[in-house]
């Protein structure tokens, strides 16, 4: 069955400080892997793919296939990257979307 | 482009009260898509659609229905409602496996 599972529910981190948000997933297929994102008060959108290979805001995210891993990273954090992030999956015909309990994200000053 | 749009954005039920969260969007997609958060479980698909005239049961959808007569809208129901449905309620629509979320309905049943 697939499944998405972000360990850690809230993580916090010194302005300038790197972090990282760990992702780890189950999937028997080829996994298509995305973070999403929720600041305060604003609907939850996306933050980036693994297809794609980007950088946005600063994070990177490298699908380790070996390790079943996604995790998102960035150099130094910022307190605009305060925010909720999930990690997510999609699988099958009806793209559906496998999301994991989410990290809280604050960024202290 | 409004997006994903959700009404209402809050409501009271009493047990036992029926209602339809009401999910519409302009972007001509064609996969819909209805999730719930709670708190500490993060979203777990209800019901999705990959078009008009067709749905399909996600990870939790005991006690809630849906229909996709047009592409836009996808409403959501509540036949018998029970404090367990007390969450917060997201409809989304993708494209190119990029998700569109609504504002979010929080619904509590008392």
């Known amino acids: 069955a697939q499944r998405v599972t972000q360990p850690e529910k809230l993580l916090s981190v010194f302005k300038g400080a790197p972090v990282e948000l760990k992702c780890n997933y189950s999937y028997s297929g080829s996994p298509e892997l995305f973070w999403y994102v929720q600041y305060s008060r604003q609907r939850l959108q996306l933050l980036l793919r693994?297809?794609s290979r980007e950088s946005i805001k600063g994070f990177t995210a490298d699908l380790n296939k070996g390790e079943t891993s996604f995790h998102l990273k960035k150099p130094f954090a910022q307190e605009e990257d305060s925010a909720m992030y999930y990690c997510a999956l999609s699988v099958g015909l009806g793209n559906q979307f496998y999301f994991g309990t989410g990290t809280s994200l604050t960024v202290i000053p | 482009n409004a997006g994903v749009t959700q009404t209402p954005k809050f409501r009271i039920l009493k047990i036992g009260q029926s209602m339809t969260l009401q999910c519409t969007q302009d972007?001509?997609?064609?996969?819909m898509y209805w999730y719930r958060q709670d708190p500490g479980m993060g979203l777990k698909l209800i019901y999705y659609s990959v078009g008009a005239g067709i749905t399909d049961k996600g990870e939790v959808p005991n006690g809630y229905n849906v229909s996709r007569s047009t592409t836009e809208d996808f409403p959501l129901r509540l036949e018998l409602a029970a404090p367990s449905q007390t969450s917060v309620y997201f409809c989304?629509?993708?494209?190119?496996?990029?998700?569109?979320f609504g504002q979010g309905t929080r619904l509590t049943v008392v």
């Open positions: 693994h297809i």
């Open positions: 989304a629509s993708s494209y190119l496996n990029e998700a569109f």
């Open positions: 972007m001509n997609h064609n996969y």
